[in-house]
């Protein structure tokens, strides 16, 4: 492997291996300012649907996810992982509707949507490793949100949340990379 996708899996180790350090106290008050930033941005006032992730294992952002994306009628869309690593759409219908699924994830059980059910969100929350000054964000590297980020309408917002630390001045980028709309931190919140 040489070139961007080499350094992309440098980048990530090292990425991952910074998240695994981190105590449960410094996870807990990150997803607590995550969550309380995302329920401020205007963009999900306005949003009829969303779509977003459920964090798992070190990944950054509410364990509530749904929670703090649902009201107001607001519709709320979560992955459901495909074995090609594609990403079918259910609807969120409050916590007791997930359910453990592979790799550790937990994926609403209601009626699946389609991959391209995602093209119906106005706001999508995105996970990544890392996002650059551009936009540009570092996934784990299966490819599930960039086919999903392929699928938005024009005009979709698309914000990440990170931990500090993981704003670059740069990431690797291949052609099929999507850039992001926001990141969000615990300590602040940028757009691109």
Request: charged share 25%.
């Amino acid at each position: 492997m040489e070139g961007p996708a080499a350094d992309k899996a440098a980048l990530r180790a090292r990425l991952v291996a910074a998240r695994l350090r981190l105590d449960t106290s410094e996870r807990v008050n990150a997803a607590r300012a995550t969550g309380a930033a995302l329920r401020s941005l205007p963009e999900l006032a306005a949003a009829r649907t969303v779509a977003a992730y459920v964090p798992v294992g070190s990944e950054p952002g509410p364990r509530d996810m749904g929670e703090v994306l649902a009201g107001r009628g607001r519709r709320v869309l979560l992955p459901v992982l495909l074995s090609d690593n594609d990403l079918d759409w259910a609807e969120y219908d409050g916590p007791a509707s997930l359910v453990a699924a592979g790799r550790g994830l937990r994926e609403p059980a209601g009626p699946r949507l389609g991959p391209a059910a995602v093209g119906q969100a106005d706001l999508v929350v995105v996970p990544g490793l890392a996002v650059d000054r551009r936009g540009m964000r570092l996934g784990r590297g299966g490819g599930s949100y960039d086919r999903a980020l392929a699928r938005l309408a024009p005009g979709a917002f698309t914000v990440v949340l990170l931990y500090g630390g993981e704003l670059l001045d740069a990431v690797p980028t291949e052609p099929h990379d999507r850039p992001v709309c926001a990141a969000i931190t615990p300590e602040r919140t940028v757009r691109f």
